[in-house]
T-cell receptor, first 117, second 116 residues
Framework: GAGVSQSPRYKVTKRGQDVALRCDPI?????LYWYRQALGQGPEFLTY????????KSGLPNDRFSAERPEGSISTLTIQRTEQRDSAMYRC???????????????FGPGTRLTVL | AQKVTQAQTEISVVEKEDVTLDCVYE???????LFWYKQPPSGELVFLIR??????QNEISGRYSWNFQKSTSSFNFTITASQVVDSAVYFC?????????????FGAGTRLFVKA
């Protein structure tokens, strides 16, 4: 596809369950970012990758959150033992290059709306 | 540490009015990047502009213009002759980092209502 895709678009789960959110970046894009956006707030940085290497995970709230991008393309954000406070929109973005240059706009996916009951 | 402040939570204007959305940032880096994104009611995030810290030249794109002033750490966004389709939440964002990609911090957003 032409843009960043995410699946599922909506996920409802019960507290305590694990969830895996998938991001399929634009083909060939080097960098991939995960954000969380609560209602009425701006996106909050979680982590990012260049190729398969996780460069910064300082935004992950706690050790229940993890992310991987094993082959430098698709990425999975996993939340273990979900809690109600994890409910939010989880957004993925990709950019063509690593580092700052004129091509390094981040293209955002549509997001996965996670609801933890 | 990075910080982006959008002090205006909501702004309401009548169509054809000009409106300026404020953005103030904090950073200790000398190299950084500033962005504006639009989030319409449909929910997607739409890139509007990117500006690096070494380029203080203001930019105009159609009805949109941006005023970057390092002296006041501000990157304000003006919509001239606003239209109903401009109604959205607008986010200002800041990225630091020279190599290896960069972490982006978003402001809380300003919700713009443009009434017909």
């Amino acid at each position: 596809g032409a843009g960043v895709s995410q699946s599922p678009r909506y996920k409802v789960t019960k507290r305590g369950q694990d969830v895996a959110l998938r991001c399929d970046p634009i083909s060939g894009h080097v960098s991939l970012y995960w954000y969380r956006q609560a209602l009425g707030q701006g996106p909050e940085f979680l982590t990012y990758f260049n190729y398969e290497a996780q460069q910064d995970k300082s935004g992950l709230p706690n050790d229940r959150f993890s992310a991987e991008r094993p082959e430098g393309s698709i990425s999975t954000l996993t939340i273990q033992r979900t809690e109600q406070r994890d409910s939010a929109m989880y957004r993925c973005a990709s950019s063509p290059n690593a580092g700052p240059n004129s091509d390094n706009e981040q293209f955002f996916g549509p997001g996965t709306r996670l609801t933890v009951l | 540490a990075q910080k982006v402040t959008q002090a205006q939570t909501e702004i309401s204007v009548v169509e054809k009015e000009d409106v300026t959305l404020d953005c103030v940032y904090e950073t200790r880096d000398t190299t950084y990047y500033l962005f504006w994104y639009k989030q319409p009611p449909s929910g997607e995030l739409v890139f509007l502009i990117r500006r690096n810290s070494f380029d203080e030249q203001n930019e105009i794109s159609g009805r949109y213009s941006w005023n970057f002033q390092k002296s006041t750490s501000s990157f304000n966004f003006t919509i001239t002759a606003s239209q109903v389709v401009d109604s959205a939440v607008y986010f200002c964002a800041l990225s630091e980092g020279i190599t290896g990609g960069f972490k982006t911090i978003f402001g809380a957003g300003t919700r713009l209502f443009v009434k017909a």
